[in-house]
């Protein structure tokens, strides 16, 4: 059994992420993705900047990608993660939904950590997320 999801976000398309044929450019969804993930972290009290300013950056070392149906010109989604780990990788399950909750995209992102411009374990990002992971 797939466990639950931890988070979501709700976006809404804006007239600039649609390409010529109406519809949102593959590349938008990574920034879907990605602010997300941002949301997500700052709702756990760890920011970005703050996590830079202690000496540690989640950096993405892999996107996997699956496009299932387009979003157009003002529609709706709601974009939902869940956590786990394997070794020294964080794997961020995300998916994006139509609010009737037909799926959209359907995302694996692996984030390596790096404490002090190092590759490490990732153990400060594992305590910071302790609550989070599956």
């Known amino acids: 059994m797939t466990p639950p999801y931890i988070f979501e976000l709700p976006i809404k398309v804006r007239d600039?992420?649609?390409?010529?044929?109406?519809?949102?450019?593959n590349a938008n969804y990574l920034h879907y993705l990605e602010h997300t993930r941002h949301e997500f972290c700052e709702q756990a009290g760890l920011s970005f900047r703050e996590m830079h300013k202690q000496g540690y950056d989640p950096v993405v070392s892999r996107i996997e990608v699956r496009y299932l149906r387009p979003l157009g010109l003002g529609d709706s989604m709601v974009s939902k993660l869940r956590l786990t780990r394997r070794g020294p990788v964080f794997v961020f399950h995300q998916d994006i939904f139509t609010p009737e909750g037909e799926a959209v995209v359907k995302a694996v992102v692996e984030i390596a950590s790096f404490e002090n411009g190092r590759l490490s374990r990732g153990e400060r990002l594992a305590e910071a997320f302790a609550e989070y992971l599956s």
């Open 16 to 25: 600039y992420e649609v390409d010529a044929e109406g519809i949102v450019n």
